[in-house]
């Protein structure tokens, strides 16, 4: 079985910037995809960014040009950088990862994340 451990959640005043952190460990031969995904109170969980194994990323256009997604192989960790946090981007975040043999997807436990104006 494969867990997604996150950290790096906390509150931070609009402006300012936070890190995520998610370590998948278990049963990995390799990891597919791996993504962020928020969700604020009330509203659906949303895509904030994705990354493939080869490094292609994408981003939700509301986080473009201030998150930044990265990951080390590696370790099997994936990180979110986030500059310019506005009271917006306060949810719960969720770290993905599609996992190989058997291409199945993973959460993590969810960091909150609040920005305060």
């Known amino acids: 079985q494969v867990r997604l451990v996150e950290s790096g959640g906390g509150l931070v005043q609009a402006g300012g910037s936070l890190r995520l952190d998610c370590a998948a460990s278990g049963s990995i031969f390799t990891i597919n995809a791996m993504g962020w995904y928020r969700q604020a109170p009330g509203k659906q969980r949303e895509l904030v960014a994705t990354s493939t194994r080869g490094g292609s990323t994408n981003y939700a256009d509301s986080v473009k040009g201030r998150f930044t997604i990265s990951r080390d192989n590696a370790k099997n960790t994936v990180y979110l950088q986030m500059n310019s946090l506005k009271p917006d981007d306060t949810a719960v975040y969720y770290c993905?990862?599609?996992?190989?043999?058997?291409?199945?997807?993973?959460w993590g436990q969810g960091a909150q994340v609040t920005v305060s104006s």
């Open positions: 993905n990862a599609n996992v190989n043999p058997w291409g199945r997807e993973y």
